[in-house]
């Protein structure tokens, strides 16, 4: 088989080595940094290209189908659409995939961000680290985490996932859902900041849509209250970042755990100041067994779908 | 009534304000602080004292009934029964009394512990808050949580209620107890190291008695291996803690996370310079609304032995 044979794929942004070994063994493939001129980025291949992997915080915007004429497939490492124009996908016969394989993960960070504020654990270790326990301190009490109220604010696949695990804390678990959840027996709120204003926990599960910019604001950390914890490991522009940074430093809310924030890298300074919150660089699906799992089911997809098969996991 | 009608209690070291005015609302209070030599800090009182509240770290020797020759109930904030000599308080007729409220607490407090070295969330927030971030860093991966194996030291009532907890997260749950337990369904093992070798997570939830002391040494550590986890909510003079330092600074096991140590509140400077564990202040128990719990029930304990109606949670 000459080069010219081989469908041609196009990888946009880093990719892991064992993704680049793999596409490289089946396909010609193209490696381009994140960009807005895709185009000139791949000059003359950019005609031939059939196939592009890609993060979903890079996502592929109509420009990027625009510069791609042939594409067929677009897959994505992660689940998040908010940078992937699907509708713009499916007129052109696009198909657009996900990997749907991270829910565990994501979900059990929610649980370790909720249980670390209120139990007050990253706190305590820089305390104790710093050496105010040898010097005779007393760590103030933190709170109970088990059987108290939490509220999901979207009831997606991670939002299942950690009801599950919460009901085994003896956790009273509610939600809101736009969509309501048909297959699931706990109790629908009509609105987030009703679910927050019955509450000790809100933790935001929503895939994040057109339209959902600033979900979280301040009249709903307000409803959550002082002795409320909210947990983000869905997406920072989901959330009013001033209003939650003002509800920290205030004591509107009791704390945060974080994963997202809505200009990243950049976590605002009262943040990092803050004792009451958990600060995490974007890690929900960041484990090892996952990104290879991630690696794995993305180039799954594009295999499958150069093998005449159709995607594995297409996002819907 | 006149003062010395009342029944005498003695507080040997701190009690917190709670307590405090509950005890002198119905007796004579004598507050102490904690010493080798309780009969001189008492005086004249020490033959009169019928009572004591106390801590389990301080509790309640052969040489303090000897000093309280009419010592009828010993009433311990906590379960820890390590300094308190209770076949010698039974010979005497003296009931001692723990607080059995704590062990959900408990419980959560490993979870998270094991949570946390696994997915790295304490060293990821420190990581991010001295800048890495967004100097434009990329955390290093941790470690799924979901769908591994728990090894359970000690399938008492922490025990039980974390095999529950960790259930829920897909763990594949044994233990080793040289108890064996008869109503839970977990396999039993026939060895701590046996446990060790076929676990990614060891929880030491032993409660420590006799002959106990490095009940986790290096031969189990070695057992665990480099991808193990540790965890200790128990107590610190369980563990060699020497064998420990080494295996985590070594790489023998993964990482640890530690909410006791052998000489509280000294925690070596190797561990306080370690990113593979977190360290905390002993505060497995130490919630507002479960510090508040033991509270009631030491007080409920001594209230309801005067008020001629027993012990309510007597040690066993």
Known sequence: MTTSDRVE????GPQRPRVLEALRAEFTLHEIA???DVAAALGPAAGRVRGV???PMIGVSTKVMDALPNLEIAALFGVGLERTDLVAARERGVVVTTTPVLYE??????VVLALDVTRRVTEADRWLRTGKWAAGGQFPSGHRFSRKRAGILGMGRIGRVLATRLAAFGMDVRYFDPKPATDVDYPLYPSGVELARDSDFLFLCAAGGPGQRNLVDAEMLSA???QGVFVNISRGWLVDEDALVEAIVSGTIAGAGLDVFEDEPNVPQALRDADNVVLLPHIASNTEETRRDMDDCMVDNVRSWFAGNGAVTPAT
Request: aromatic share 0%; no cysteine.
């Open 9 to 12: 794929i196009a990888a946009i």
């Open 34 to 36: 994140a960009t807005d």
């Open 53 to 55: 992997v890609t993060s």
């Open 105 to 110: 993960d994501v979900a059990d960070l929610a």
């Open 224 to 226: 959550l209250g002082p």
